[in-house]
């Protein structure tokens, strides 16, 4: 049996990504569970040192839930591109990251899709691992995916990351052009919550 957050309960958001937080308080908010922000409570930007999405997720949510003494939960999420064998995929924010350490999504973007651009497959997908960690070690994992292909140059100011470049299967907007509610009935990370929330949340109210 999956542990599950009891009605109320309060757990940290374990990432440092903006657009990632407000994606995923969004996601949260129906089920009445209090949220407070790794940031917000200074908490350090851990290694992500493993090869899965999971994996990485895992090590986020464990260091926070450690951390600040409360349920925390994590998302590690990537783009692949099926000319590229699946990269950028776990290393999708590195190949957006600057010399100074700051990330450039449109310099990211273009190295992908020149690279990319001599094969005929255009096919790309987003991945989303979620892990519910508990400050005694336990763990819960799920991950979702949203498949479509690439296009470049990148389209759209809204979402966040490599949205511009990717059309979901199904649409002819890219993430970045989609209204938010769009985006959620579809993306990899919604898809991950559902199975999140069928798991572990209180139910929605
Ligand atoms: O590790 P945390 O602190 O959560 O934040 P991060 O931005 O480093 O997150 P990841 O390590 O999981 O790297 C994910 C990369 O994939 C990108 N990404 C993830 N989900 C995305 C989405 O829904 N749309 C566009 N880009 C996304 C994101 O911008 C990052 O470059
Ligand atoms: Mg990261």
Redesign the pocket.
């Known amino acids: 049996m999956p542990r599950r957050l009891e009605p109320g309960a309060r757990i940290v958001l374990?990432?440092?990504?903006a657009?990632?937080l407000r994606?995923v308080a969004a996601l949260l908010a129906p089920h009445g569970v209090a949220v407070v922000s790794a940031g917000e409570l200074g908490l350090p930007?851990p290694e992500?040192t493993e090869d899965s999405f999971v994996g990485?997720a895992a090590i986020?949510a464990l260091a926070a839930a450690t951390a600040a003494g409360l349920p925390a939960l994590?998302?590690?999420?990537?783009?692949s591109v099926a000319a590229l064998g699946g990269d950028p995929g776990v290393r999708?924010?590195d190949w957006?990251e600057q010399p100074d350490g700051s990330?450039d999504?449109a310099a990211a973007m273009a190295r992908v899709a020149a690279l990319a651009a001599g094969s005929a497959d255009r096919a790309a997908w987003?991945t989303?691992a979620l892990v519910l960690a508990w400050p005694d070690g336990h763990v819960e994992a799920f991950e979702g995916r949203a498949t479509g292909h690439w296009v470049a140059p990148p389209r759209g100011t809204r979402?966040?990351?490599?949205?511009p470049m990717?059309v979901p299967d199904g649409h002819a907007e890219t993430?970045g052009e989609m209204a938010p509610a769009a985006k959620h009935a579809i993306?990899?990370?919604a898809r991950a919550f559902a199975l999140l929330a069928a798991a572990c949340l209180p139910a929605a109210g």
């Open positions: 374990a990432t440092h990504n657009g990632k994606e930007v992500e990485n986020k994590a998302d590690d999420s990537g783009f999708t924010a957006a990330r999504y987003f989303c979402g966040f990351g490599y949205d990717f993430f993306s990899h990370r």
